[in-house]
């Protein structure tokens, strides 16, 4: 097979080599003389090769198309990017479709070509004439290689779902080796037998890929210096393994099968190991100065302080995190006309607020219907709850809910100190227009990854987002152990996240009662993890693919009468609507398709030509 000319995107890594061997390959590379064996007869090409497709993680950190965060697709958030033209408001008003599903990430083509490459690079590198540094090298950019293709693979699962697998290009029934390769060439007619396969399929290539990887020495546990933080650890294979493991356990990809116990299995010994190795919540703040002494300032200062990166890191908590800013966020987030803000984004919903528990861990609604109503305008409210008020909903509430959610009454500063006033003639005032992206349409707005010293005149970026942390995997751990009936390991793991911010335990009661801690495990990561890509799949995942995604079609937030007197405000629930001239139409995106991306129209078109089998997602033309 010989190939006259390399994609450019490949010589572009090659910074990692010397000027001249950049040279030689730019010159061969565009004179026409550069074969595709040749890459692999020089040690600097082989891992410029592999150095690209570690280098090239997106930086997936919930957002989406057109910047906007994947949360603003969930019950947690309304974007105020909602005017025509906005990506939110083609989803919001059902003006979608195969060929423009702005909830898309755009991952098809590159993650395919990514995993291509990777397959090209596994091929290649095992061989011994491949030259490399040496074998301690090989050994480590093999188990790289296998790492970042589940990495890739499992994302696509995510977003598209099971796709393709297959044996080698063109071989006869004789030549097919023993273990599928993912489907990444072009289409071409050698293809015509070609099957998207079963979830358990691709799943299991996915957890093999991160054995292969573990199965190594050289694959260290932790990134040892911010030089290699875009590298592949062991960590961050048994953090994918268990997690893949966790989706294909969920309803819309388990085909009525049971997989619960093998994926509590899993997610326990990953959760053994990862302590094992010094994985730890990051539980002390280290600057009360900024993030203040309060039960929830060290989980604030975690989400505001990027990870450092050395063999005994102060962030023990994060497992990998690679690029990408918080979408909607940074030095803007407030919008309301401030000077040097430009939208405050995507803003946190009434449904969000009404998650947060009461200091005395009792939920303020009824968990199993939180609302009476189709349009959750009437709280069905938890009469256990003593302390919730709500004429005074902002008080004594779970610690979380003041580091990710300012509302009516909350203090912040920005030129000068302020008070949040969501009132009609207040500066924060709620907005029902759809091109007023200034003001929020919930009546409340995002904090969460804010670092509290961000001002008009003193920049402090976001921290980027962590793809994984031992938190969602301790999270992971309880979803399964309790559908995997470990009621009480199930309870324990839950205790660990909510001691952190000063929460008290789950009662113990509930390890007799399935049904109500499922409830609870569920708001528990849906309080911790808010704000975050996670919502948006947890969502998905635990429907079937004919179901519609629940909680999303009504949307709430909350108008304030406010005349000078704080003590005297009144509160009301209010709905959000996409159409003003329509208050009745849902937001849409609930549909059953938007649980998965379409595969790209001319992409299932060709396929569909080729082996005259529908390859398209559910629901998707």
Known sequence: MKIKHILFAAALVLVMCSCTKVSEWLEKQETGDLQYEDIWQDENYVEGWLNNNLTSIPGLGWVFTGGEPLWALTDEGWSSLDAAGGTSFYVYRGNFSSAAWPGARNLYSALLYRVRNLNIFLHYIVLPETPVQSEEARRRMIADAYVIRAYYMFELFKEYGPLYLYNKDGATEEEMIPEYLPYITEITTKYTTLRRVPAEDYVRHIIADCDAGLAIDELPWRAPAANQAGRMTKSLAWAIKATAMMWLASPLFNDGKNYWEEAYRMNKECLEVLRDHGFALWTVCTNPNVFGEGPAAAYKEYYCT????????????????????????????????????????????????????????????????????????????????????????????????????????????????????????????????????????TGYYYRKAINPSATMNSPAPSAGPRQYKLSEIILNFAECAVEAGHLSEAREAVDEIRDRVGMPPLPVSLDSDRDKLRLRVYNERRVELAFEETRYFDLRRRCRPEEEIPGIKYITGMDVTYAGDWAAATYTRVSICADQENPDEPRHGFEPQCKLSPIPKGEASNLKNITGVNFQNYGWE
């Open 306 to 441: 990027s990870p450092d990166y050395k063999s005994t890191p102060l962030d023990k908590e994060t497992v990998f995190a690679s690029g990408g800013a918080i979408g909607g966020t940074g030095n803007n987030y407030i919008g309301s006309r401030h000077t040097g803000t430009s939208s405050c984004g995507t803003c946190p919903t009434q449904e969000m607020v009404d998650c947060y528990e009461t200091i005395d861990g009792v939920p303020v609604l009824d968990l199993a219907q939180p609302y009476l109503d189709e349009k959750h305008l009437q709280p069905n409210f938890n009469p256990e709850n003593k302390l919730y008020d709500d004429q005074h909903p902002y008080e004594n509430r779970d610690p979380r809910f003041e580091q990710c959610i300012m509302h009516h009454g909350t203090p912040y500063y920005w030129d000068k100190q302020y008070t949040m006033d969501i009132s009609a003639d207040g500066k924060n005032y709620r907005s029902t227009l759809p091109t007023d992206i200034m003001q929020s349409r």
